[in-house]
């Protein structure tokens, strides 16, 4: 790539390549992908407790959205800490806990893989958190994952991630064409897998 976008640079994360006065640029729709879900579900996240499982590939981009949108605290669970450790070279403001450990919360985001297949759990106890959290769940295909049953038997509300995927390659869409899709209900359902 001859260039990076701002966000790129901020996330050291390209999703998405075009061409401009010659020159290769690489950029980032996960961040407007996953801040139009939050505003499509008419979420204010400020000063909210945010707590993320994973520090893979979209991590980044989530966490950048979430310091647009002013939460208090960022708190950052990987099973390998390392990994979660080292995104504070980019973000000096996470906190990191033991895969394991849960802290109190307004948000919980699963960024990890462990949902894709049907039987897969995260095997993380929920039981003292507490109703009326938001659970978030980054896999769109099953589209109730374990993790998202087990916030709504706890009597959470339940997102997947299928909006983050629509705004975000709306975004692509957009860099490439020049034409902003509309995204309504009818675009919503033809992604409805169940």
């Known amino acids: ?13 390209v999703n998405t390549i075009y061409f401009k006065d010659n020159k290769i640029i690489g950029h980032n729709t996960d961040i407007d992908g996953f ?8 979420l ?26 002013k939460v208090s605290k960022i708190i950052i669970s990987n099973r390998t800490k ?14 990191i806990v033991d895969w394991g450990e849960i ?9 990890t893989s462990l949902g894709l ?9 929920f039981s003292k958190i507490g109703k009326n959290k938001l659970f978030y769940d980054i896999i769109y295909n099953p589209s109730i994952t374990n993790f998202l049953k087990t916030g709504k038997e706890l009597g959470n509300k339940v997102v997947n991630g299928k909006l983050m995927f629509i705004y975000q ?8 064409h020049n034409i902003n899709p509309k ?8 992604l409805d897998n169940d």
Do not use: C, Y
Request: net charge positive.
């Open 103 to 111: 802290p109190e919360f307004d948000m919980i985001i699963n960024a």
């Open 1 to 13: 790539l001859d260039h990076l976008s701002s966000e790129s640079k901020n996330t050291q994360s």
């Open 35 to 42: 801040e139009h879900s939050i505003k499509n579900l008419k």
């Open 169 to 176: 390659a709306a975004a692509a869409f957009n860099i490439w």
């Open 44 to 69: 204010n996240l400020i000063n909210k407790k945010i707590f993320i499982l994973g520090a893979g590939g979209v991590v980044p981009s989530i966490i950048f959205a979430l310091n647009r949108m």
């Open 183 to 190: 995204i309504n209900d009818e675009v919503i359902k033809l």
């Open 117 to 125: 297949k049907k039987d897969e759990k995260l095997n993380l106890d």
């Open 82 to 95: 390392e990994k979660a450790e080292n995104l504070k070279t980019l973000f000096k403001n996470l906190i």
